[in-house]
Antibody
């Protein structure tokens, strides 16, 4: 079973940068779509970004232009570069696998990491 | 962009109760809707995908239905392990919008 482990969170000042990593025990199948989801303290889940197996990326409007998702297939790792951080970016960041069928239909995020905490504060 | 409105935000129920949570989309959407359960301090857990397909290993008391703009998660007989927060999520090829969440509390 695939396992995901996030790292890279921490305390950062407003305007700063961080790079989060999500290491997968394996990338299996043809459709390896990976997402980042965050959860601010006491709040609900917020979808952040996705990277398709072919490299296409999409972002939530709240992070577009500041965050960049990427992947290193040789390392089975997905990254989220966080730039120009704001207090409202404070959250637990989860990576998750988007499961797809052979037709590309979305079958939900079936594997999640444990989360890494980002705190933006001076 | 579409919006997902989940209701109620909080639900008080007893063990054995039938519980229904609703998600409404601001416009008609595909059936790429999923439901998740989250317990405090834990990552979400996938329960339902494609609106009505039960994820492997999830108890059959959980079911999903709906299409178009209204989707429902039903727990047929609430169990002690089911007290948690539930989220719907819709994926539209470009983004994955979550509902605001429904906290199921012990009555």
């Amino acid at each position: 079973e695939v396992q995901l482990v996030e790292s890279g969170g921490g305390l950062i000042q407003p305007g700063g940068s961080l790079r989060l990593s999500c290491a997968a025990s394996e990338f299996t199948g043809r459709n390896n779509y990976m997402s980042w989801v965050r959860q601010a303290p006491g709040k609900g889940l917020e979808w952040v970004s996705i990277i398709y197996s072919g490299g296409t990326t999409y972002y939530a409007d709240s992070v577009k232009g500041r965050f960049t998702i990427s992947r290193d297939t040789s390392k089975n790792t997905v990254y989220l570069q966080l730039n120009s951080l704001r207090a409202e970016d404070t959250a637990v960041y989860y990576c998750a696998r988007d499961r797809r069928d052979d037709y590309g239909d979305y079958h939900g995020m079936d594997v999640w990491g444990q989360g890494t905490t980002v705190t933006v504060s001076s | 962009d579409f919006q997902m409105t989940q209701s109620p935000s909080t639900l008080s129920a007893s063990v054995g109760d039938r519980v229904t949570i609703t998600c409404r989309a601001s416009q008609s959407v595909s059936a790429w809707l999923a439901w998740y359960q989250q317990k405090p301090g834990k990552a979400p857990k996938l329960l339902i995908y494609k609106a009505s397909s039960l994820e492997s290993g999830v108890p059959s008391r959980f079911s999903g239905s709906g299409s178009g703009t209204e989707f429902t998660l039903t727990i047929s007989s609430l169990q002690p392990d089911d007290f948690a927060t539930y989220y719907c999520q819709l994926y539209d090829s470009y983004s994955g919008t979550f509902g605001q969440g429904t906290k199921v509390e012990i009555k």
